[in-house]
């Protein structure tokens, strides 16, 4: 039963990756500087971000200022997580302290 | 040949790990195991995304050398600089991974309190019992 | 972008991650996991995104290894498969 179903999820992995990788022959060549992904959006970033926000890291100038509501979202999310994680073990602990 | 091969071999490694993080969420049987599948493939993903703003023929990482200068402006070629979108966008990922993964060992370790295992097929056998005799001893909420 | 380096740490992160997921004691396995992410620091420091390697470095290798450490040590160690 349980080699069955280790073949069975074997098998699923390996049709899922062939088909993968027959999709990246419509990919663009690894590291192409004229990639779709590197010629629409990116050039203005790289070429306007230190005139309009005074910053030589174009990363922390994207991620803090052209893009900061996702950075706001992003802290939702990591509040979201903290504290789903702290009432789940608070609950653990409570238990315990009425079975003592 | 060699010349496609040489352009795609970094996508199909990606592929494979992908793949390792599918197996092991698919076919192991225990809990821990199937968590370190998942973060194998997000990892894989991310890679992926990474990947895709490398520019070949020295390209440095996208901080500007000039950034005081007075002419700093003219002196910025795009084809200088990498892609600095795909950076911001999987920073964001690597943050979100770290809370997924937090929330899931918070629930890993409820669910060794209560069944005391954390093989898979174990928890689904102690389940199926309790069901079929009608006494939820293990999941008892008083436990 | 040195071309013997990637296949060199491209190779390590496969073999990380096969190791991973095959060591039944899960502590080694979990600490296999960080060594996995430490090659995959370097690697995205080889491609030249560095602040995404900074964050894996104290995010996916750092406090995921000691997230995961203190999640076995309060539950079970040894793994079936």
Same mark, same amino acid.
């Given at each position: 039963?349980?080699?069955?179903?280790?073949?069975?999820?074997?098998?699923?992995?390996?049709?899922?990756?062939?088909?993968?990788?027959?999709?990246?022959?419509?990919?663009?060549?690894?590291?192409?500087?004229?990639?779709?992904?590197?010629?629409?959006?990116?050039?203005?970033?790289?070429?306007?971000?230190?005139?309009?926000?005074?910053?030589?890291?174009?990363?922390?100038?994207?991620?803090?200022?052209?893009?900061?509501?996702?950075?706001?979202?992003?802290?939702?999310?990591?509040?979201?997580?903290?504290?789903?994680?702290?009432?789940?073990?608070?609950?653990?602990?409570?238990?315990?302290?009425?079975?003592? | 040949? =060699?010349?496609? +091969? *040489?352009?795609?071999?970094?996508?199909?490694?990606?592929?494979? $790990?992908?793949?390792?993080?599918? @197996?092991?969420?698919?076919?192991?049987?225990?809990?821990?195991?199937?968590?370190?599948?998942?973060?194998?493939?997000?990892?894989?993903?991310?890679?992926?995304?990474?990947?895709?703003?490398?520019?070949?023929?020295?390209? =440095?990482?996208? +901080? *500007?050398?000039?950034?005081?200068?007075?002419?700093?402006?003219? $002196?910025?070629?795009?084809?200088? @600089?990498?892609?600095?979108?795909?950076?911001?966008?999987?920073?964001?990922?690597?943050?979100?991974?770290?809370?997924?993964?937090?929330?899931?060992?918070?629930?890993?370790?409820?669910?060794?309190?209560?069944?005391?295992?954390?093989?898979?097929?174990?928890?689904?056998?102690?389940?199926?019992?309790?069901?079929?005799?009608?006494?939820?001893?293990?999941?008892?909420?008083?436990? | 972008?040195?071309?013997?380096?990637?296949?060199?740490?491209?190779?390590?992160?496969?073999?990380?991650?096969?190791?991973?997921?095959?060591?039944?004691?899960?502590?080694?396995?979990?600490?296999?996991?960080?060594?996995?992410?430490?090659?995959?620091?370097?690697?995205?420091?080889?491609?030249?995104?560095?602040?995404?390697?900074?964050?894996?470095?104290?995010?996916?290798?750092?406090?995921?290894?000691?997230?995961?450490?203190?999640?076995?040590?309060?539950?079970?160690?040894?793994?079936?498969?």
């Amino acid at each position: 039963m349980r080699n069955w179903f280790k073949l069975i999820s074997m098998a699923a992995v390996i049709i899922t990756g062939a088909l993968l990788i027959y999709g990246t022959h419509d990919m663009p060549a690894w590291g192409d500087p004229d990639s779709p992904a590197n010629s629409h959006v990116s050039p203005r970033y790289i070429t306007e971000a230190t005139k309009k926000t005074a910053t030589p890291n174009i990363v922390s100038a994207v991620l803090a200022d052209y893009r900061s509501y996702d950075t706001l979202g992003e802290s939702a999310v990591i509040f979201t997580a903290s504290i789903s994680c702290f009432f789940l073990l608070r609950r653990i602990r409570n238990k315990e302290d009425h079975n003592d | 040949m =060699t010349e496609y +091969i *040489l352009a795609k071999y970094n996508y199909w490694i990606y592929v494979v $790990l992908m793949m390792i993080g599918l @197996y092991a969420m698919m076919g192991k049987r225990n809990l821990v195991k199937k968590l370190i599948g998942m973060n194998i493939f997000q990892t894989s993903i991310i890679l992926l995304f990474v990947s895709t703003g490398v520019k070949k023929g020295g390209a =440095t990482v996208p +901080i *500007l050398m000039h950034a005081g200068h007075e002419h700093g402006a003219q $002196l910025i070629q795009v084809s200088d @600089y990498l892609n600095p979108l795909p950076h911001v966008l999987m920073l964001t990922a690597i943050v979100v991974s770290i809370a997924t993964t937090g929330v899931a060992l918070a629930t890993l370790i409820l669910i060794y309190k209560r069944y005391h295992t954390l093989e898979e097929d174990e928890i689904l056998a102690i389940r199926r019992e309790s069901r079929a005799y009608k006494t939820p001893r293990i999941l008892n909420p008083t436990d | 972008m040195i071309w013997q380096l990637d296949i060199l740490l491209l190779i390590f992160i496969v073999v990380c991650a096969i190791a991973a997921i095959n060591i039944k004691d899960l502590m080694g396995a979990v600490i296999i996991l960080g060594a996995y992410s430490f090659f995959m620091c370097l690697l995205w420091t080889e491609m030249g995104a560095v602040d995404v390697a900074f964050t894996e470095a104290s995010v996916g290798a750092g406090i995921s290894t000691v997230l995961f450490i203190a999640a076995v040590n309060r539950t079970a160690r040894r793994s079936k498969d």
